[in-house]
């Protein structure tokens, strides 16, 4: 296994937003509605909003490759790029993204010591994310890695308001 992780820059911004809505879609799209689905995805990947968020110096987004092809992303948040106040000694996984084929493939845990080894490394106490509550398999490896729920917090799909259940690591 050949595994490559690369920080992603403005030219990858299509290549970003193909990957962001195939691997939402994947993981989301049979529980949702044809138009909540349709809405978010058009509100969260639009090339504007993605470039918005690219620009961010708090936020960063990265691509994890597989034998050279793009199989998934990640996107991190500290200070006030958080979705969640959660203070200056907090890293945020905001999200973490694998596509269909390239599952099973330890590439979630990569991407998730890959963060915990940023967090570490910019002196942070904790690291945290936010799960959809019904994806019971995505719990299930937040807890398996060490991750606990400390809160929960609201997540509009469309007009659909979820739960979107906070899990945190205190980093050592």
Not at 17 to 32: G, H, P, R, V
Request: with cysteine; net charge negative; proline share 1%.
């Amino acid at each position: 296994m050949e595994t490559e992780f690369k920080k992603c820059t403005e030219e990858d911004l299509k290549t970003l937003q193909e990957i962001s809505i195939e691997t939402f879609k994947d993981t989301f799209e049979a529980q949702n509605s044809p138009e909540n689905m349709r809405a978010y995805l058009e509100k969260a990947y639009n090339l504007k909003q993605l470039e918005s968020e690219m620009a961010n110096e708090f936020s960063s987004f990265y691509f994890v490759y597989y034998n050279n092809e793009t199989a998934g992303y990640l996107k991190i948040n500290t200070e006030e790029a958080q979705s969640e106040e959660m203070g200056k000694d907090a890293f945020e996984i905001e999200r973490i993204y694998i596509r269909t084929k390239f599952l099973r493939k330890g590439l979630g845990k990569y991407l998730l010591q890959q963060s915990i080894d940023m967090a570490s490394a910019q002196n942070k106490r904790k690291i945290w994310l936010g799960v959809w509550e019904n994806n019971e398999n995505a719990i299930a490896f937040y807890e398996r890695m060490g991750f606990v729920q400390t809160g929960a917090h609201s997540f509009y799909m469309g007009d659909d308001e979820q739960t979107d259940i906070i899990m945190t690591k205190v980093l050592s």
